[in-house]
């Protein structure tokens, strides 16, 4: 994702980022197997409001709420923090069957489903009228 973000063109590697001059911060809380632990979400969410992040990227999620992560967003979106979150990767409707946390009711998330190298819903993204955006 930081890649398609601000690869630089023209520099003989043959991809190109959507911003060539973007600050990135990388900010890992998960392990190599995809499990983590909300404690580290909350710790490196509130770390990249506080270090000044104008967007994050949350490629990750489940289905269980928790108060103090979507706090921690909120507390983001105070900030002026735009909070983009993966839907989720069960083929599922999200309307129905929501997964955090992309489904906290907050002004600054943006839920973003996967799609194909077609532009179609890819196989395993989740869906949904109501709380995917994009």
């Known amino acids: ?16 980022g959507i911003n060539w ?3 990135i911060m990388s ?3 998960l392990a190599a197997n995809g ?3 909300l404690a580290a979400a909350v710790k490196a969410i509130r770390y990249a409001t506080k270090m000044g992040a104008k967007i994050t990227n949350n490629s990750w999620g489940g289905a269980e709420y928790s108060e103090i992560l979507k706090s921690s967003i909120q507390e983001a979106a105070e900030a002026g ?4 979150a993966a839907a ?5 409707n999200a309307d129905v069957l929501p997964e955090y946390p992309a489904a906290y009711k907050s002004a600054n998330i943006i839920s973003v489903a996967s799609v194909n190298n077609r532009g ?5 993204s ?3 009228t109501q709380s995917v955006h994009i």
């Open 21 to 23: 001059h973007v600050r």
């Open 120 to 124: 179609r819903l890819s196989d395993f």
């Open 35 to 37: 499990g983590g632990d």
């Open 88 to 92: 989720g990767n069960s083929s599922q």
């Open 126 to 128: 989740n869906y949904g």
């Open 27 to 29: 900010l890992k809380f």
């Open 1 to 16: 994702v930081a890649g398609t973000i601000g690869a630089r063109g023209n520099d003989g590697f043959g991809v190109v």
């Open 81 to 84: 923090v735009l909070f983009v």
